[in-house]
């Protein structure tokens, strides 16, 4: 049991840690691609250069995104204020 508790607050952190590169990448990036998109793909192509399969890729995204209306209620994006998940903790002296 513990050992789960323990698992299951790793990958809530890596969750936390990635997203919050993410939204720092995003809003530092000097260009007009789609920012979301390149970090998703990379991040594809990562799982898929570490053996994950492209139907467990695939299953994973659907099974994410489908579950997103039960903790979204209907907000389109979360948190107050502009920016892109720049909120809480203070992220900008994070990791810097």
Same mark, same amino acid.
């Given at each position: 049991m513990a050992e789960e508790a323990h698992w299951e607050?790793? !990958?809530?952190r890596s969750a936390y840690?990635? $997203?919050l590169d993410c939204a720092k990448l995003y809003t530092r990036c000097p260009s007009d691609e789609q920012h979301l998109v390149r970090i998703v793909s990379? @991040?594809?192509?990562? @799982?898929w250069d570490r053996g994950f399969s492209q139907t467990?890729?695939?299953s994973a995204f659907e099974?994410? !995104? $489908? $579950?997103?209306?039960?903790y979204a209620a209907g907000a389109?994006?979360?948190g107050t204020g502009e920016g892109y998940g720049l909120y809480g903790d203070s992220w900008q002296s994070a990791g810097e």
């Open positions: 607050d790793q !990958v809530s840690d990635f $997203a990379d @991040l594809i192509t990562e @799982l467990d890729i695939r099974q994410a !995104v $489908a $579950a997103m209306p039960r389109e994006r979360n």
